[in-house]
């Protein structure tokens, strides 16, 4: 009986404690068409989000004023900007002009990186919910992300000024 108390127990722990290594990071990133408050002149921009292999996501920003990409490869420790795009610029694959890692395991408070002259910083996941703060010197931003819809929210800071942009609908 004791030892069967001890298996159940045991189960329950390991069930009952999701670490963070069991997320993929591709959970914040899934494929998808949200519609954002903010952006160019207040007027809102949208960003559509599609899986281009096993470890490479493409996201298209639309603005009223123009249209760009990032192109994001996605490891088990890491999710790194490796192509920026211009207006009518694509991505060819293996076409790699950026190293920014915009998040980095373990999703734990405190976690800390540089790249890219950044500095960044999780500042809490509660298993749903990610925080994560941006410093490059001169502004800072927190981005939350929530598990398969991906950015909820963007908070941007620059000597004094402050704008915002939030999820307003996912279509």
């Known amino acids: 009986m004791k030892f069967f108390l001890i298996i159940i127990v045991t189960i329950f722990s390991l069930t009952a404690c999701k670490k963070d290594s069991d997320i993929s990071l ?3 990133f899934p494929e998808s068409n949200l519609k954002y408050s903010g952006g ?4 809102g921009y949208t960003v559509r989000t599609k899986k281009l292999s096993d470890d490479l996501v493409l996201q ?3 603005t ?3 249209e760009t990409s990032r192109v994001i490869k996605i490891t ?3 999710a790194t900007v490796i192509f920026l795009s211009g207006e009518g610029e694509e991505y060819k694959p293996g076409k790699i002009n950026s190293d920014l890692m915009i998040m980095k395991m373990p999703l734990e ?3 800390s990186w540089e790249s890219e002259g950044n500095k960044y910083k999780v500042i809490s996941f509660d298993g749903k919910i990610l925080v994560i703060e941006r410093d490059n010197g001169n502004s800072n931003i927190k981005y939350t992300y929530e ?3 991906g950015l909820i929210k963007e908070s941007f800071e620059s000597e004094g000024f402050k704008k915002e942009s939030e999820l307003q609908e996912n279509r």
Do not use: Q, V
């Open 147 to 149: 598990i398969d819809k």
């Open 60 to 62: 298209t920003t639309e």
């Open 76 to 78: 088990p420790e890491s």
């Open 109 to 111: 408070k405190g976690n």
């Open 26 to 28: 591709f959970k914040f």
């Open 40 to 43: 160019f002149e207040n007027s």
């Open 64 to 66: 009223t004023a123009l």
